[in-house]
T-cell receptor, first 110, second 115 residues
Framework: DAKTTQPTSMDCAEGRAANLPCNHS???????VYWYRQIHSQGPQYIIH???NNETNEMASLIITEDRKSSTLILPHATLRDTAVYYC???????????FGAGTILRVKS | NAGVMQNPRHLVRRRGQEARLRCSPM?????VYWYRQLPEEGLKFMVY????????ESGMPKERFSAEFPKEGPSILRIQQVVRGDSAAYFC?????????????FGQGTRLTVV
C-alpha cells in the first residue's frame, strides 16, 4: 500500500472549516484514500473514503486531486469535539488491512 | 444495527496468566481485523481473519499470540503467559468484505493491563 504524508499537527478555530491535507504521491490506480480519526483513546472512527471522485457525507468532504497524488479532508464547521488525530490511509482494492501512520493532531480551539 | 462490540472493555491480568479478548463484528460482516495500540503509540495491525480462516497474520508476534474467528460466535484474540509489555489497547474492526472498497468499522477496544 502507498505511503501517506500528513502534517504533524494543525489548529482550527471553532466554527471554521478544517482542511486537513494528505500527500500520497505513489498511489496507484486501484487504491482508495481513506480517512479515520481517533478521539483521545477511543476506537478509530471511519470518516470517509474515495477512489477518484470527490466525496461528501454527513461528517466531511473528501477532495482528491485529478492526478490523485494528494487529497484534502474538509470538516465544514469544526467543533471542539472534532479535536482528534486524523489518519489518511491509502488502501488497495485487494488491500485488506488498513495501515495507520502517525496522522495529524487537529486541535479545535474556541 | 449495533456496532462492533468488544469485551471486556478493561482487563487486568497478572504476569503469566492468559488473556482472552472478544470481538463481535457488525451484523453481516464476515471480515475481522485486530490492532494493538501501545501507550502513546500508533495503531499497529496484527491479524486479519475471515470466518474460520486467517488471511493475514503478518503483524502477530510469533509466540504467545493467537486469533480465531469461528463459524459461530465472536472472534477471539488470545494472549498466553502475558508480560508487562502486552499492556495496551486492543481494537478490532469488521467489514462486509475484505476489499479496499468496503469501509471497516472499529470497536471501542479492550484495555489490557498486566500487573
Amino acid at each position: 500500500d502507498a505511503k501517506t504524508t500528513q502534517p504533524t499537527s494543525m489548529d482550527c478555530a471553532e466554527g471554521r472549516a478544517a482542511n486537513l491535507p494528505c500527500n500520497h504521491s505513489t498511489i496507484s490506480g486501484n487504491e482508495y484514500v481513506y480517512w479515520y480519526r481517533q478521539i483521545h483513546s477511543q476506537g478509530p472512527q471511519y470518516i470517509i473514503h474515495g477512489l477518484k471522485n470527490n466525496e461528501t457525507n454527513e461528517m466531511a468532504s473528501l477532495i482528491i486531486t485529478e492526478d490523485r497524488k494528494s487529497s484534502t479532508l474538509i470538516l465544514p464547521h469544526a467543533t471542539l469535539r472534532d479535536t482528534a488525530v486524523y489518519y489518511c490511509i491509502v488502501r488497495g482494492r485487494d488491500g485488506n488491512k488498513l495501515v495507520f501512520g502517525a496522522g495529524t493532531i487537529l486541535r479545535v480551539k474556541s | 444495527n449495533a456496532g462492533v462490540m468488544q469485551n471486556p472493555r478493561h482487563l487486568v491480568r497478572r504476569r503469566g496468566q492468559e488473556a482472552r479478548l472478544r470481538c463481535s463484528p457488525m451484523k453481516g460482516h464476515s471480515h475481522v481485523y485486530w490492532y494493538r495500540q501501545l501507550p502513546e503509540e500508533g495503531l499497529k495491525f496484527m491479524v486479519y481473519l475471515q470466518k474460520e480462516n486467517i488471511i493475514d497474520e503478518s503483524g502477530m508476534p510469533k509466540e504467545r499470540f493467537s486469533a480465531e474467528f469461528p463459524k459461530e460466535g465472536p472472534s477471539i484474540l488470545r494472549i498466553q503467559q502475558v508480560v508487562r509489555g502486552d499492556s495496551a489497547a486492543y481494537f478490532c474492526a469488521s467489514s462486509v468484505t475484505g476489499t479496499g472498497k468496503a469501509e471497516a468499522f472499529f470497536g471501542q477496544g479492550t484495555r489490557l493491563t498486566v500487573v
